[in-house]
C-alpha cells in the first residue's frame, strides 16, 4: 500500500471515529446534572472511544491467547456503547424534527389563525365606526355644527385609519408566518419510522465498523510478511534462496556455521506449529540442546527471515 493512501485512510478512520467520541461524549455529559463532573465523564467517554479503536488491531496482531479474547471482549463492549449512543444521537434529531413541525402545526399555526381571525374582526369594527362617526358628523352639520363635526371627523377617523392600518400589517405578517409554517417539512418525513431506525441502526454499526477495519488493515500492511523459504522433506537443508538468506544472515550476525542447523531447526518447528502460535525460546532451547543466547539468536536470524515475529508475549510463528 502506497504511503498516501494509507495517509488517506487513516485521515477517514479518524474522521469518523471522532463523529463517534463526540456521540458518546454527548450522551454522558446529557445524563449528569453537575456540569464539572459530566465534563470530566464525558472527557473519560472519548478516551474510551479512542481506546476501543485501537484494542482492535492490537487484538488482532499483537495479542495471543486470553489476553487477545479479552481484549476484544472490551472493544465490543464499547463498540456497543458507542453505536448506541451515535444512534440515539442520530434517530433524537429526527424525532425532534418532527415533534417540532407537530406543534409547529398545531399550536403556532393555530394562534396565528385566531390572530388573524381577531384582525379581521378588528376591521369590520372599524368600519362600522368610521360609518356611525359619518353619519353622526352629517347630522352635526345639519344643526349648524360644522367646526365640532369637522374636528370629530379628523380625529375620530384618524384613529381608525391608524388603527386598520396596524390591524392589516398584523395580517400580512401572520400570513407570511402562517405560509413559511405550511412550507416546512419534518426531516426524514418521506420515510416510515421504521426504516428511519433502520437507516439510523445501519448507519452507526459503520460508523464503528469502518474505522476498526482500516486500522487494523494499516497495521497488518505496516510490516509486509516475506514469503516462508521451503524446507526438504529432511527437514535439514534449505533451498537455495533460503540458503542464500541464511548465508546473508549469518553474514550479517557473524555466527559460526553451526547456526545454520539450529535456524533450519527452528524453521521446521515454527511451520509445524503454525501461524499465530507461540513458540517459546525455553523449549527451543531444551529440544536442540543449546544454550538460551544461542537460541535467542537463531530466533532473531529466522524474524528477519519472516519465520517469527515477536511480541509482548514473546516469539510467535507467522
Known sequence: MSKKLSTLLLLIAFLLS????????????????????????????????????????????????????????????????????????????????????????DVRAGALSQAVKKDFSLIDQLDKQAQAISQQAMVMREKGMVSKALELETSALARIDRERSEALVR???????????????????????????????????????????????????????????????TG????????????????????????????????????AAGPGSSVKVKDFAKAVKVGNVRAIEAFKNAEKLGFVRKTHAGYIAS
Open 18 to 105: 471522532s463523529v463517534t467520541a463526540f456521540s458518546v461524549a454527548l450522551a454522558i455529559y446529557a445524563l449528569i446534572d453537575d456540569k464539572v463532573i459530566a465534563l470530566i465523564f464525558a472527557g473519560a467517554a472519548v478516551l474510551l472511544d479512542v481506546f476501543k479503536y485501537l484494542a482492535w488491531p492490537v487484538a488482532v496482531r499483537v495479542l495471543t491467547g486470553a489476553r487477545r479474547y479479552l481484549m476484544i471482549a472490551c472493544a465490543l463492549m464499547l463498540s456497543c456503547v458507542s453505536c448506541f449512543a451515535t444512534y440515539e444521537r442520530f434517530y433524537s434529531s429526527i424525532d425532534v424534527s418532527k415533534i417540532s413541525k407537530a406543534a409547529s402545526d
Open 171 to 233: 395580517i400580512d405578517e401572520s400570513s407570511r408566518e402562517l405560509t413559511d409554517i405550511k412550507s416546512q417539512v419534518a426531516k426524514a418525513a418521506s420515510l416510515p419510522a421504521f426504516l428511519a431506525q433502520l437507516l439510523c441502526v445501519f448507519f452507526a454499526v459503520c460508523l464503528e465498523l469502518v474505522p476498526a477495519l482500516i486500522l487494523t488493515s494499516l497495521l497488518s500492511c505496516k510490516k509486509p510478511m516475506e514469503p516462508a523459504p521451503k524446507i526438504s522433506e
Open 236 to 271: 535439514q537443508e534449505l533451498t537455495k534462496t533460503d540458503s542464500a538468506q541464511v548465508a546473508e544472515s549469518q553474514a550479517e550476525s557473524r555466527e559460526t556455521p553451526e547456526t545454520d542447523g539450529l535456524l533450519a531447526a527452528l524453521i521446521e518447528q515454527a511451520k
